[in-house]
């Protein structure tokens, strides 16, 4: 039987108590209450995708935070939120590559999805937590200004 994300992120949040690694566990304990807060707003459980999202929002927040702290002169600070980010990827797939996502897209647009909405909502449940939906708009905006 496989493990739940989120009671992986459980059990590693208690060995990071038992060795004392406050880091970790600072950063595993706001992770679940961050998919507890987003249980609550839909009204049941999460499965591993939706902790997937919950963790790939978190690191992409801690990843701006970096960025806003290395623009206000504090890189102590940004590199602590990189780490922090770094601890949270782990428990997300494989990043992927502009290159991955700009074929995803051209295959959807072969089995026939003609605009963006269409092509966005078949690429988005297969990239999520593992590229930018930014970026992926504009390579499915270039593709489709392609294809006209």
Known sequence: MRVSLKDSLRS???????????????????????VRNREIETGGGLDDDG????????VKQRLDAAVQM???GRPELAAREEKQA?????????ELDEQQV????RELIAAGAGHMGAVMSGLMPRIRGRFDGRAASAIVRE??????
């Open 102 to 105: 700009r074929e995803m897209v």
């Open 70 to 72: 290395r623009d206000g």
């Open 12 to 34: 590693d949040l208690n060995d990071a108590r038992r060795g004392r690694d406050r880091e970790r566990t600072l950063v595993l304990s706001t992770a679940l209450a961050e």
């Open 51 to 58: 902790v997937r999202g919950v963790l790939a929002r978190a």
């Open 86 to 94: 770094r601890i949270l990827r782990a428990y997300l797939p494989a």
């Open 143 to 148: 593709e489709l200004g392609g294809q006209r």
